[in-house]
T-cell receptor, first 113, second 115 residues
Framework: GQQLNQSPQSMFIQEGEDVSMNCTSS?????WLWYKQDPGEGPVLLIA?????ELTSNGRLTAQFGITRKDSFLNISASIPSDVGIYFC?????????????FGKGTKLTVNP | KAGVTQTPRYLIKTRGQQVTLSCSPI?????VSWYQQTPGQGLQFLFE???????NKGNFPGRFSGRQFSNSRSEMNVSTLELGDSALYLC??????????????FGEGSWLTVV
């Protein structure tokens, strides 16, 4: 099936540093969604991207929908301790007449105060 | 408005039993989709319902089934439970069917442990 390659798998950074993570695929996606999941909780939507090339910000978070429609990145600027969690990308694509939602394996972020 | 609500949050079942999980979508949302999350496989799509009809289905055995009611609430059932079914089951809702340009919101999940 479709694969979303999310990297890095984990990151250990100092408070105040910027963070970048990305998802790539060999498939073309129509929508990219970025989520954050805290332990024991469901994913919370951070940013939604609907058009190739779109660059969207949500506070300290910025995400872009790649021009090729096969990738997306998420940047977090000036990280703070509450940014700790697992970040997932999700892509929506159409295949065989049906819609699918595919997830990356997640990037585990640890922020040291 | 209230978010996606899933019940129960935690449950323990024995192999061979069956389980039913419930999901109430955000008010006005007619699409409900279900996902299984495990450490090894990550998040995997189970199925999607819109207006009481199953629109899409992932690659899971027939032991996994679901339904949606006229008020958009949805239930997921797993029969003949296996140890490997232990996972966090997430429900998500959206206004439109699982199509491009749609924003999907997740509930907090139901933790299922099979012993």
């Amino acid at each position: 099936g479709q694969q979303l390659n999310q990297s890095p798998q984990s990151m250990f950074i100092q408070e105040g540093e910027d963070v970048s993570m990305n998802c790539t695929s060999s498939s073309i996606f129509n929508t990219w969604l970025w989520y954050k999941q805290d332990p024991g909780e469901g994913p919370v939507l951070l940013i939604a991207l609907y058009k190739a090339g779109e660059l969207t910000s949500n506070g300290r978070l910025t995400a872009q929908f790649g021009i090729t429609r096969k990738d997306s990145f998420l940047n977090i600027s000036a990280s703070i301790p509450s940014d700790v969690g697992i970040y997932f990308c999700a892509g929506q694509l159409t295949q065989g007449g049906s819609e699918k939602l595919v997830f990356g394996k997640g990037t585990k972020l640890t922020v040291n105060p | 408005k209230a978010g996606v609500t899933q019940t129960p949050r935690y449950l323990i079942k024995t192999r061979g039993q069956q389980v039913t999980l419930s999901c109430s979508p955000i008010s006005g949302h007619r699409s409900v989709s279900w996902y299984q999350q495990t450490p090894g496989q990550g998040l995997q799509f189970l199925f999607e319902y819109f207006s009481e009809t199953q629109r899409n289905k992932g690659n899971f055995p027939g032991r996994f089934s679901g339904r949606q009611f006229s008020n958009s609430r949805s239930e997921m059932n797993v029969s003949t439970l296996e140890l490997g079914d232990s996972a966090l089951y997430l429900c998500a809702s959206s206004e439109k069917p699982l199509i491009s340009g749609n924003t999907i919101y997740f509930g907090e999940g139901s933790w299922l442990t099979v012993v």
